[in-house]
């Protein structure tokens, strides 16, 4: 059934028009809404497009990393300054999808995709976005647990305190297929230090509920502890509290459920 | 419901078209323009085998909306040969043995041309990396990437 495409030069406009219309879809990549298109989704009727180019924009200057929703990863492994998340951006997709796919579009993508997102939680962002109203900054932990309502509103940018160190910042995505592969488990982990301890510990797992979500108590086991032996087995004995994995065709909710301890255990110890 | 006008540059040639909305490249490359290089394979942006150049990069035409390559230019494997000759790609495919079926040969040669425009000597896990988007449902991985590796070898990848 054709569809309604609407292109604004605004984001004010775009996000309007996206608030105002339920059966309209915000285009950024298209890796989502084209392939909801593809497989005959006739929930869309509309779909929205802005131009605005603070979509795109990349802020790195200040103490805070800013990334416009429309930043695809490919742009994130051409920037310098993010080194520190090219393992996530690498991590999706082939080369095209990589062109293709956005960092605001990976919030809405669900499991077993979405790994940058899980790399966005372990860094405590913070999603901007405008509804019809106006707009506003939620958490994105908030935001993941109402994404499902999160439809009408439009995805500006997400930010985020950039890592202290390189070594404070660690991704692993766990895949049958490399370079290129649907996610098993993914994890991501921040842990900044103050001294020799771990100060504002924060964990995030990928396909172990239907949208990521923080190992809690694998965070408790590691806050105000140095990152010793003792501490990493004792969050990674606590890595599975919490989650609420399914099955796919990559492995079983048991499975994800057995191996995510002995690859958190890996993460923080820094195995290969 | 009306169709939308759109114009953009298809292998060198300009093209203006009308496509209804929400149309994918794919299909207007394929139903509107009659170029059958690009080929449908599971319309999620899995398999690569739709993969064009838009303006340069890799893209995957399933998952790319028509209307949106609007005064852009679309590169497919139709457009990489030279007139009767082949692309030294091509030639590297045919010599290597590196198409069986060949359903994901088009996909194959324009990731293949991606990655050698801005890497004209990669390394094999380069070559690798390039075509990882793309299945090869024949499981002929090994000569694809061979003749990859002999199109960059032999100095012949055009820019």
């Known amino acids: 059934m054709p569809v309604t495409v609407k292109t604004f030069t605004s984001t004010n406009e775009a996000a309007a028009a996206l608030s105002s219309d339920r059966s309209a879809r915000y285009l950024g990549g298209g890796t989502l809404v084209m392939r909801a298109l593809n497989e005959g989704d006739i929930s ?176 408790r086991a590691l806050e105000g502890r140095p990152l010793d032996t003792s501490t990493i087995n004792a969050a990674a004995a606590a890595a599975v509290e919490g989650t609420s994995p399914g099955d796919n065709a990559l492995a079983s909710a048991w499975y994800r459920r057995e191996i995510v301890g002995v690859h958190l255990r890996r993460l923080l110890s820094g195995q290969e | 419901m009306a169709k939308t006008p759109l114009q953009f540059q298809h292998n060198g040639r300009d093209v203006a078209i009308f496509v209804d909305g929400g149309t994918n490249l794919l299909v207007a490359l394929r139903e509107l323009i009659g170029d059958m290089t690009p080929k449908f394979g599971c319309g999620q942006g899995g398999c690569g085998t739709c993969s064009v150049l838009i303006d340069g990069e890799l893209h995957l035409s399933c998952l790319t909306l028509a209307e949106t390559v609007a005064g852009r230019t679309v590169e497919t494997l139709d457009g990489i040969k030279d007139g009767p000759n082949l692309h030294p790609l091509q030639r590297a495919f045919a010599d290597n043995f590196a198409a069986q079926c060949g359903y994901c040969t088009p996909g194959m040669l324009i990731a293949a041309k991606a990655l050698l425009d801005r890497n004209p000597q990669p390394s094999r896990a380069e070559v690798v990396e390039a075509i990882s988007g793309n299945i090869c449902r024949c499981t002929g991985y090994e000569p694809i990437i061979n003749a990859v590796l002999a199109a960059a070898s032999g100095g012949r990848a055009r820019a």
């Open chain 1, 44 to 219: 869309i009727s509309t779909v929205i497009r802005a131009s605005d180019q603070a979509m795109t924009r990349i802020v790195t200057s200040g103490a805070r990393i800013v990334l416009g929703a429309g930043v695809t990863f490919a742009r994130i492994l051409a920037e310098r300054d993010l080194a520190f998340l090219h393992a996530p951006a690498r991590s999706i997709g082939g080369p095209a999808v990589r062109n293709m796919g956005t960092v605001g579009g990976n919030l809405f993508a669900p499991v077993p995709y979405g790994d940058f997102t899980v790399a966005m939680l372990a860094l405590d962002a913070v999603v901007s976005v405008q509804g019809g109203l106006g707009g506003r900054e939620i958490g994105i932990e908030e935001f993941l647990q109402s994404r499902d309502r999160q439809t009408g509103v439009l995805v500006l940018a997400i930010s985020f305190a950039k890592p202290g160190s390189a070594d404070a910042f660690r991704y692993r995505k766990i895949a049958r297929i490399k370079p290129k592969g649907g996610a098993v488990i993914t994890l991501a982990a921040h842990l900044p230090v103050n001294g020799s301890r771990i100060v504002g510990a924060r964990v995030a797992l990928g396909s172990m509920a239907p949208t990521p979500i923080r190992a809690r108590a694998a965070e």
